[in-house]
């Protein structure tokens, strides 16, 4: 029995130290890429990026509406403006989900379409608590360049138009990937 658990105890002690080997390979071979950009979301006009296409029956679906659902090809551009360079789109879905209308859940990949990172892919899931200056969500993975990747967003709304539903968004992007 004494040797049953010798034998048992070595083969731990050897998975410990081989997994913990291994982890700390993995973390010194991460880069770490920052990144900042524009999110042009325009839900007006006749170039709107983001159009409800669910929402509670029989009420008004709008941004500040429980339970209204967005579908979103948002230009994600270098600079303020409008017309800046393109550097990726925003594709995915917002739905708002706070009973007091004051929050949106973001599910979206960031396609990046620029020189540097073109089509390789952000992939963006959390809360988007639009009341508050700075707010984060997750960086859950992503393609190509950014395979595997893992990080943050913090985004600030730099433009809103309430009653347009138009904003733009600046994105403070830090990820880890391989």
């Known amino acids: 029995m004494a040797t049953k658990f010798v034998i048992l105890s070595l083969m731990f002690l050897l998975?410990?130290?081989?997994?913990?080997?291994?982890s700390k390979y993995?973390?010194?071979?991460?880069?770490?890429?920052?990144?900042m950009f524009y999110m042009?979301?325009?839900e007006t006009?006749?170039?709107?990026?983001?159009?409800?296409?669910a929402g509670i029956p029989h009420?008004?679906?709008?941004?500040?509406?429980?339970g209204t659902i967005f579908a979103t090809d948002d230009k994600l551009t270098v600079a303020i403006e409008r017309?800046?360079?393109?550097?990726?789109?925003?594709?995915?879905i917002y739905v708002n989900s706070a009973l007091d209308g004051s929050d949106?859940?973001?599910?979206?990949?960031l396609v990046f379409t620029n020189k540097e990172y073109?089509?390789?892919?952000?992939?963006?899931q959390g809360a988007d608590r639009f009341y508050q200056k700075y707010r984060e969500v997750s960086v859950v993975s992503g393609t190509g360049i950014f395979r595997l990747a893992r990080g943050f967003a913090t985004l600030e709304t730099v433009y809103i138009d309430i009653p347009n539903s138009n904003a733009i968004i600046r994105w403070n992007v830090t990820v880890f990937h391989y």
């Open 45 to 53: 006009g006749a170039n709107a990026t983001a159009i409800p296409v």
């Open 104 to 109: 949106l859940h973001l599910l979206m990949s």
């Open 83 to 92: 017309n800046s360079s393109e550097v990726g789109r925003a594709h995915g």
């Open 40 to 42: 042009q979301d325009w």
């Open 26 to 35: 993995q973390f010194q071979n991460l880069k770490e890429t920052n990144m």
């Open 15 to 22: 998975a410990l130290a081989t997994s913990t080997e291994a």
């Open 118 to 124: 073109n089509g390789s892919t952000l992939e963006i």
């Open 59 to 66: 009420k008004r679906w709008s941004i500040l509406g429980f």
